[in-house]
Nanobody, 122 residues
Framework: QVQLVESGGGLVQAGGSLRLSCAAS????????MAWYRQAPGKQRELVAT???????NYADSVKGRFTISGDNAKNMVWLQMNNLKREDTAVYYC????????????????WGQGTQVTVSS
């Protein structure tokens, strides 16, 4: 199995910044992509940012220019730098990895962290 652990969430004022971290561990053969999702109460989970093992990134329009996703393949880690935070950024942020396990290298699966709460106050 692959485990993901997020950290770095908290309470921040609008206009402030937070940096989220996600560490992947376990029987990892290869991580293809990692991503950050978020889910606010009563709303659907939405994709925030993605990064491939090659370093290609993509962002939701709502965070483009404010958030930056980065990763370290050697450490199996990904970060989300969030700047100029807005109240609408308030959500539980989840780390996701599409990974291949050592026990079955024929397929990739999605894995999820437990989530970290980000609350932006005005």
């Amino acid at each position: 199995q692959v485990q993901l652990v997020e950290s770095g969430g908290g309470l921040v004022q609008a206009g402030g910044s937070l940096r989220l971290s996600c560490a992947a561990s376990g029987s990892i053969f290869k991580i293809n992509d990692m991503a950050w999702y978020r889910q606010a109460p009563g709303k659907q989970r939405e994709l925030v940012a993605t990064i491939t093992s090659g370093g290609s990134t993509n962002y939701a329009d709502s965070v483009k220019g404010r958030f930056t996703i980065s990763g370290d393949n050697a450490k199996n880690m990904v970060w989300l730098q969030m700047n100029n935070l807005k109240r609408e950024d308030t959500a539980v942020y989840y780390c996701n990895a599409n990974a291949v396990e050592l026990q079955d290298v024929s397929r990739a699966n999605d894995y999820w962290g437990q989530g970290t709460q980000v609350t932006v106050s005005s």
